[in-house]
């Protein structure tokens, strides 16, 4: 596609509950991300795959952070038993090589936890 | 470790004043630093970036210079409009390529 989708674009959860997020990164691009932008805040590092590897995965908040990327395109991150603090805009980003060129951001999804 | 340090915002100015928006950065090893931008509503967008040491980068009327001796990437635009109403962040490159960000400072320019 033309840019970087993600879904859904909104999510309630109530607290406990498992989600998952979608990225549709850019036909083609090796890298992909994710962040979390909390409210007011800049964005946080969560994750990093190189195709279907994920090389980093060190900005993962706690265990129920989980991300995957199975054929080296869409990623999902899930996030198991949300919290409050959970809440957050997380972000996909992804770029056509591993250079230092900037990348493409999705528009994001807006977690609430209830 | 590294990180990036924005000035605090709202920065409000009247359309045709001067812009800057300071950052300053800690970093091991010679990063690649970034602005971007995010619009209402819109996804952060890449506004310019410097990769070596005095190298400028420019886009759209604003421009930033990688300074090493001051650890610094200021934001400067000579003369702003109602449509550069944003929130901007800075950013350095880590490992893989990761993106380290400020806080964001949010500019608000008024007719």
């Known amino acids: 596609g033309a840019g970087v989708s993600q879904s859904p674009r909104y999510k309630v959860a109530k607290r406990g509950q498992d989600v998952a997020l979608r990225c549709d990164p850019i036909?083609?691009?090796?890298?992909l991300f994710w962040y979390q932008q909390a409210l007011g805040q800049g964005p946080e590092f969560l994750t990093y795959f190189q195709n279907e590897a994920q090389l980093d995965k060190s900005g993962l908040p706690s265990d129920r952070f989980f991300a995957e990327r199975p054929e080296g395109s869409v990623s999902t991150l899930k996030i198991q038993r949300t919290q409050q603090e959970d809440s957050a805009v997380y972000l996909c980003?992804?770029?056509?090589?591993?250079?230092?060129?900037?990348?493409?951001f999705g528009s994001g999804t807006r977690l609430t936890v209830v | 470790g590294n990180s990036v340090t924005q000035m605090e915002g709202p920065v409000t100015l009247s359309e045709e004043a001067f812009l800057t928006i300071n950052c300053t950065y800690t970093a091991t090893g010679y990063p690649s630093l970034f602005w971007y931008v995010q619009y209402p509503g819109e996804g952060l967008q890449l506004l310019l970036k410097?990769?070596?040491?005095?190298d400028k980068g420019s886009n759209k009327g604003f421009e930033a210079t990688y300074r090493k001796e001051t650890t610094s990437f200021h934001l400067e635009k000579g003369s702003v409009q109602v449509s550069d109403s944003a929130v901007y962040f800075c950013a350095l490159s880590g490992g893989y390529n990761k993106l380290i960000f400020g806080a964001g400072t949010r500019l608000a320019v008024h007719p």
């Open positions: 980003a992804s770029s056509h090589r591993t250079g230092w060129d900037g990348y493409t």
């Open positions: 036909s083609g691009h090796v890298s």
């Open positions: 410097a990769t070596k040491a005095d």
